[in-house]
């Protein structure tokens, strides 16, 4: 069975600085990889996914993430963090050929101050 | 905007009673998924619909819970003899079909057992 790691229950970052959110999966062969967002009150908004092809994704807002297959990781990672950008990360794996359905991790609640 | 519509938004519950919650689809979704995200957890994976039949009910926790797709568009989950511990958001996602497309989040019901 397949399983997401998020280490991580806070992240504080000030804004204008690099951020990072870390992940790891546990899969059988390959894996789709995603991020998602959640805003207090609001449904998980899709930020991005790693299908195949090249390592680094980029998504939406600024976001990419980059696949690290030896570290079996997807960390999320901004270059310069914004106030707004204060919510809940979620990480998400689905093996490849396994069926649809979405495992994710527990996790990460980032915090930007000014 | 023509997303995941979920209602109602909020529902509370007397131990014991039955409940119905809907998920209205993106139109052309072919594929409808329903999670349960507790307090502090991640969302866990209940039920997925390829059309209207169940391709995979395995997260289902037990027999009270059963959720119907009928014409492969709008979806109730039905929870009999509802549990304090039911009490958690239902979140329902839809995608277009393919392993690797992203799934598309409701706001969620927010049912609460009394």
């Known amino acids: 069975a397949q399983s997401v790691a998020q280490p991580e229950d806070q992240v504080n970052v000030a804004e204008g600085n690099p951020l990072t959110v870390k992940c790891t999966y546990s899969?059988?062969?390959?894996?789709?990889l995603f991020w998602y967002v959640q805003y207090p009150n609001r449904g998980l908004q899709f930020l991005l996914k790693y299908i195949t092809g090249d390592n680094l994704v980029k998504g939406s807002y600024g976001f990419e993430a980059e696949f690290n297959k030896s570290q079996t990781s997807f960390h999320l990672k901004k270059p310069s963090a914004l106030v707004s950008d204060s919510a809940l990360y979620f990480c998400?794996?689905?093996?490849w050929g396994s069926g649809d359905k979405l495992t994710f991790g527990t996790g990460t609640r980032l915090a930007v101050r000014p | 905007g023509a997303g995941v519509s979920q209602t109602p938004s909020n529902k509370v519950t007397e131990k014991g009673k039955y409940v119905e919650l809907r998920c209205d689809p993106i139109?052309?979704?072919?594929?409808l998924y329903w999670y349960r995200q507790s307090l502090g957890q991640g969302p866990e994976f209940l039920i997925y619909?390829?059309?209207?039949?169940?391709?995979?009910d395995s997260g289902l926790p037990n027999d009270r819970f059963f959720a119907v797709r009928p014409e492969g568009s709008v979806s109730t989950l039905k929870i009999q003899r509802t549990e304090r511990g039911d009490s958690a958001v239902y979140l329902c996602a839809s995608s277009s079909s393919g392993q690797n497309t992203e799934a598309f989040f409701g706001q969620g019901t927010r049912l609460t057992v009394v």
């Open positions: 619909f390829q059309g209207t039949g169940a391709a995979d």
């Open positions: 899969v059988s062969g390959n894996p789709y």
């Open positions: 998400a794996v689905r093996p």
């Open positions: 139109s052309g979704h072919t594929a």
